[in-house]
Nanobody
Framework: QVQLVESGGGLVQPGGSLRLSCVAS????????MGWYRQAPGEQRELVAN???????HYAESVKGRFTISRDNAENTVFLQMNSLRPEDTAAYYC??????????????WGQGTQVTVSS
């Protein structure tokens, strides 16, 4: 059974920092592309950042230069370091693991989410 468990969310003042973690189990973590998505109330879920199995990274324009995604394959964990947080970063943050198999199947797994609130 695949599980993705996020942690590290909370309430932070504008300009502050948080580090999100997502621990994966039940899958071959090193073969998965991992990502962080977020969803604010009334909004669609959007990609924040992802890191491929080859450690290539991609960021949404709105977080470039402020957020850093990384992964530790030995610990089956993906991280999102968030600096210079803004009120518009307030959302539920979700961890995603995706693998494209050689025969065309796509495995797509989601965590339950962790709330990030940026407010003074």
């Amino acid at each position: 059974q695949v599980q993705l468990v996020e942690s590290g969310g909370g309430l932070v003042q504008p300009g502050g920092s948080l580090r999100l973690s997502c621990v994966a189990s039940g899958l071959a973590f090193r073969l998965y592309d991992m990502g962080w998505y977020r969803q604010a109330p009334g909004e669609q879920r959007e990609l924040v950042a992802n890191i491929t199995s080859q450690f290539m990274t991609h960021y949404a324009e709105s977080v470039k230069g402020r957020f850093t995604i990384s992964r530790d394959n030995a610990e089956n964990t993906v991280f999102l370091q968030m600096n210079s947080l803004r009120p518009e970063d307030t959302a539920a943050y979700y961890c995603n693991g995706r693998r494209l198999w050689s025969f065309g199947k796509i495995s797509d797994h989601w965590g339950q989410g962790t709330q990030v609130t940026v407010s003074s």
